[in-house]
């Protein structure tokens, strides 16, 4: 694959995943625009719908200008929450290309073609959609999107195995995936001989008790969706929408759950999450004032329990048997110099630090502005979550380490 190749191929593919994320929120706008066909409402508004939907989901700060919807009057506001479902859905495609493209012979025209591709197609998409009522940046509509494509190319082409166009045929590897390659294991090599050998380990402890909390927040959630379906309904029906705002509102909340995951997350956890500027909830205790009128958020957990420890116990103990689950992954903690102490220490500082890291940066992207007023503050604090994970894991993850490490140095096993 020649550099020129290369370089189209990966502004095609931008091309691809702008018009497959557009085109899935378009399609059903459409068709309900067509369905309910009383010529009030403009095909043109599904359109600005899915492409500034797109551009929120790249991290574009959506802006809008004073207005009313349903007989309400709203004062000027920015949404900044970025619509986890469709942004993971772009990094899943952007993923995918970008392992492809390392079977070139030459990456940086791949990068730089979907890169210049990703930003300036999203440039014109906003160019085409301008209205005065929305306010989406000068510029941000160029250079938030081609970075945002970009690097994860770039990641996804240099990480990894190399992707095959036929098996045992294969030309050069790229010198741009030799470079970063040699670059991280370079780095890798001059970190601390007490991280290096945690590494491995803490980081898989870490990751899964993340997963452990994703997984049992959308299990509450599914939860919380079947038993409360009437709610559901009824919040449906007091909004007094027409198709296309049905269509409109549902994608949204599909858009959304995803962020609502999160905050369900941070809930379990103990750190909780906020609905409006000054609300909080948590296991143990709740205040809230109006929720905003989405369906969806019947689904959330909005109150305390007298036994909220329960669920504040499921990271705990996620952490205590994910450390006992990695000691055949552990083997480099046994220093022949090394006491069980430090050992333990090691990999459960990496372990509650990964975790820590990754909830900040989850509920960071997740968390942020929903709409006017008090609703520009929505979603999980991400410095208390990551600093109440990062106790959680800590404290069990190092009880169960005291287990696992165990030195070459000690007397026990030197006999």
């Known amino acids: 694959m020649n550099r020129g190749l290369s370089f189209a191929i990966a502004a095609l593919q931008a091309l691809i995943i702008i018009a497959t994320v557009v085109g899935l929120i378009i399609a059903p706008l459409t068709l309900a625009w067509f369905i309910e066909g009383n010529g009030q409402v403009e095909w043109v508004l599904a359109l600005r719908v899915a492409v500034y939907a797109f551009l929120l989901a790249c991290g574009v700060p959506i802006g809008f200008a004073d207005g009313e919807i349903l007989g309400i009057s709203f004062g000027a506001f920015f949404l900044t929450a970025l619509p986890l479902g469709l942004t993971g859905l772009i990094v899943l495609m952007a993923i995918r290309i970008g392992h492809r493209l390392s079977a070139a012979a030459s990456l940086w025209p791949a990068w730089l073609g979907g890169s210049l591709a990703f930003g300036g197609i999203s440039y014109g998409a906003s160019l085409l959609v301008a209205d005065d009522s929305v306010i989406a940046g000068t510029w941000e509509?160029?250079?938030?999107?081609?970075?945002?494509?970009?690097?994860?190319?770039?990641?996804?082409?240099?990480?990894?195995?190399?992707?095959?166009?036929?098996?045992?045929?294969?030309?050069?590897?790229?010198?741009?995936?030799?470079?970063?390659?040699?670059?991280?294991?370079?780095?890798?090599?001059?970190?601390?001989?007490?991280?290096?050998?945690?590494?491995?380990?803490?980081?898989?402890?870490?990751?899964?008790?993340?997963?452990?909390?994703?997984?049992?927040?959308?299990?509450?959630?599914?939860?919380?969706?079947?038993?409360?379906?009437?709610?559901?309904?009824?919040?449906?029906?007091?909004?007094?929408?027409?198709?296309?705002?049905?269509?409109?509102?549902?994608?949204?909340?599909?858009?959304?759950?995803?962020?609502?995951?999160?905050?369900?997350?941070?809930?379990?956890?103990?750190?909780?999450?906020?609905?409006?500027?000054?609300?909080?909830?948590?296991?143990?205790?709740?205040?809230?004032?109006?929720?905003?009128?989405?369906?969806?958020?019947?689904?959330?957990?909005?109150?305390?329990?007298?036994r909220g420890l329960i669920f504040v116990l499921i990271p705990v103990a996620a952490a205590l048997l994910a450390t006992f689950f990695v000691a055949r992954h552990a083997d480099q903690l046994r220093w022949e110099y090394g006491t069980r102490l430090s050992g333990a220490l090691s990999i459960s500082l990496v372990a509650a630090s990964s975790a820590a890291i990754t909830v900040f940066l989850v509920s960071q992207a997740a968390s942020g502005s929903f709409g006017p007023g008090r609703f520009e503050t929505v979603g999980a604090n991400p410095l208390m979550f990551a600093a109440v994970v990062f106790v959680e894991v800590l404290v069990p993850s190092f009880l169960a380490a005291l287990v696992i490490a165990k030195p070459y140095g000690d007397a026990s096993e030197r006999k």
């Open 141 to 306: 509509p160029l250079y938030y999107p081609a970075i945002f494509f970009g690097l994860i190319l770039i990641a996804s082409s240099v990480i990894g195995r190399r992707f095959e166009l036929f098996e045992g045929a294969n030309g050069p590897e790229a010198r741009e995936r030799i470079w970063v390659r040699r670059l991280f294991a370079s780095a890798y090599a001059k970190l601390h001989w007490s991280i290096r050998t945690a590494l491995n380990p803490g980081v898989r402890v870490g990751l899964s008790v993340v997963a452990v909390l994703i997984f049992s927040s959308s299990a509450l959630i599914a939860l919380g969706l079947g038993f409360g379906w009437v709610q559901v309904i009824g919040l449906y029906q007091g909004l007094g929408l027409s198709i296309l705002g049905g269509v409109m509102v549902t994608i949204g909340q599909l858009a959304i759950l995803p962020n609502l995951i999160v905050y369900g997350a941070s809930w379990i956890s103990g750190a909780g999450f906020a609905i409006g500027t000054g609300s909080h909830v948590s296991p143990f205790a709740s205040e809230l004032g109006p929720l905003p009128a989405l369906p969806v958020f019947a689904a959330l957990p909005t109150g305390g329990f007298e």
